[in-house]
Structures are given as structure tokens and as C-alpha cells.
């Protein structure tokens, strides 16, 4: 017989429409729900301008942490099914968005697919995310990429602001 493990793992939260603040509220009390799983912690709220595309409103970030014997690929699925909860439109790659939900790391996990890459690809290149991951993690080594200090070394803050506590 072959038990789950648990694992620990992170997910970046992002919302630029509909009241954003509400959305990552309301997608916290989700993760808290989901099945086989647990919320640990999550991070302050987060604003920032938008990175990509111009001319979208300012982004609401977070990121949760999680401990879960969900497969990264079960989680994932979970994942989208709150995006849909709550109206997200899968139109545009890098539009606005009423809630994103993104996996960055499953445990030591690496792997590259077309639908899952473990770490989040972008992982390293985003003060949006690093600055929250550090919050609740602030010795994490993220594989492939290195200890989350040095990677934040690298990184713009500009604009990247508290503006609630957890
Ligand atoms: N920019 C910020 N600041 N926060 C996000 O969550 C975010 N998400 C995106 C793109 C469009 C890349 N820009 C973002 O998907």
C-alpha cells in the first residue's frame, strides 16, 4: 500500500478587477476548504502596477501556504475550480483578471510540462510574488533557482506596497 505524503506547498493569489481585496479574501476562505488539505498561513495583501501589459488597474497579490496530500496536478485542478467560482474569463494571456491563482512551488518539486511547471516559471522574476513568499518563508531555498534573499536582490520593488496585514 503507498501513503500520500504531505507536502508543503505555495500559492501565488493575484486580482485586478471586481473589488480585488474581496477576491483574495474570498479565495483564502476557499483554499481553507479544500479537501485533503490545510492553510497555514497566508501573507499581508499586496499592491502593485501592473507588470506586462499596460493599461490595466493596479494588481492585489498574496500568497498562501498550504500543506497538502493533494498531487500538484490535483491541486492545480482545485485551484481553477476557484478561479471559475469566482467568475474568472480565461480570454486574454496576460489581461486583467478577477482572480489568479497560480501553483509556485509543490513541495522540492521540478518538473516542466505544458500544463504544470514546478517551480512556477516565473517564480524568480516577480517582486509581486517574492516579496509575500519571503513573508512567510524567509529562508526558503527555491529549487532550481536558489535562497529567496538572492533572488529578491535581483528583483524591482518599485511601486510594491503593503496595503493590508494578514
Ligand atoms: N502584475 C502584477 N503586479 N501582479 C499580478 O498578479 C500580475 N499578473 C499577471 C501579469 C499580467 C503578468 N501582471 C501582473 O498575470
Same mark, same amino acid.
Given at each position: 500500500m503507498s501513503v500520500a505524503a504531505c507536502e508543503r506547498a505555495y500559492v501565488g493569489l493575484g486580482s485586478n478587477l471586481a473589488d480585488p481585496s474581496s477576491q483574495l479574501r474570498q479565495a483564502i476562505d476557499a483554499l481553507a476548504q =479544500?479537501?485533503? @488539505?490545510?492553510?497555514?498561513n497566508h501573507s499581508s495583501l499586496y499592491s502593485s502596477p501592473a507588470e506586462g501589459p499596460v493599461g490595466q488597474p493596479d494588481y492585489l497579490n498574496a500568497v498562501a501556504e498550504l500543506e497538502t496530500y493533494l498531487s500538484p496536478s490535483d491541486l492545480l485542478e482545485a485551484l481553477q475550480g476557484i478561479e471559475d467560482a469566482q467568475g474568472?474569463?480565461?480570454?486574454?494571456?496576460w489581461g486583467a483578471r478577477t482572480l489568479d491563482l497560480d501553483?509556485? =512551488?509543490?513541495? @522540492?518539486r521540478e518538473q516542466s510540462s505544458t500544463t504544470l511547471s514546478l517551480p512556477h516559471p516565473e517564480i524568480h522574476n516577480r517582486a509581486f510574488v517574492l516579496v509575500p513568499l519571503r513573508e512567510l518563508a524567509p529562508a526558503l531555498e527555491i529549487p532550481g533557482h536558489g535562497l529567496i534573499t538572492r533572488l529578491l536582490d535581483a528583483v524591482s520593488r518599485v511601486g510594491l506596497r503593503v496595503v493590508a496585514l494578514p
Open positions: =479544500l479537501p485533503d @488539505t490545510r492553510l497555514l474568472r474569463c480565461r480570454g486574454l494571456r501553483l509556485l =512551488l509543490w513541495g @522540492t
